[in-house]
């Protein structure tokens, strides 16, 4: 078992940054790719950005990219996402998930590929 829990949500203008943490403990952290996935109210839950167990590689939505930076810690169990320039259309809960390592490379961004999820961090930016 993998267990996740978010921080870093709340409230920001149009054009504000927020970072995001995700804190894992359980399993060896470093054994897991780790996703950054959002839901807008009345939405569907979407990939946002993903982050290889090594952390030599990430993924990002095309929504997000350019805005959007995904790194990780494994040293202390972290996973970050810098949110800037943030616009309404990123209102939304942010969840963290867990992958195992051995998932193969195409699926990374995959909901179902997930094997675990923190319980999301909610994310308001105002116009």
């Known amino acids: 078992q993998v267990q996740l829990v978010e921080s870093g949500g709340g409230l920001v203008q149009d054009g504000g940054s927020l970072r995001l943490s995700c804190t894992a403990s359980?399993?060896?952290?470093?054994?897991?790719?780790m996703g950054w996935f959002r839901q807008a109210p009345g939405k569907e839950r979407e990939f946002a950005a993903a982050?290889?167990?090594?952390?030599?590689?990430?993924y990002y939505a095309d929504s997000v990219k350019g805005r959007f930076t995904i790194s990780r810690d494994n040293a202390n169990n972290t996973v970050y996402l810098q949110m800037n320039s943030l616009k309404p259309e990123d209102t939304a809960v942010y969840y963290c998930?867990?992958?195992?390592?051995?998932?193969?490379?195409?699926?990374?961004?995959?909901?179902?590929?997930?094997?675990?999820w923190g319980q999301g961090t909610q994310v308001t930016v105002s116009s």
């Open positions: 359980g399993r060896t952290f470093s054994r897991y790719n």
């Open positions: 998930a867990a992958q195992s390592a051995l998932t193969s490379l195409g699926l990374i961004k995959l909901m179902r590929k997930y094997d675990y």
């Open positions: 982050i290889r167990w090594t952390g030599g590689r990430t």
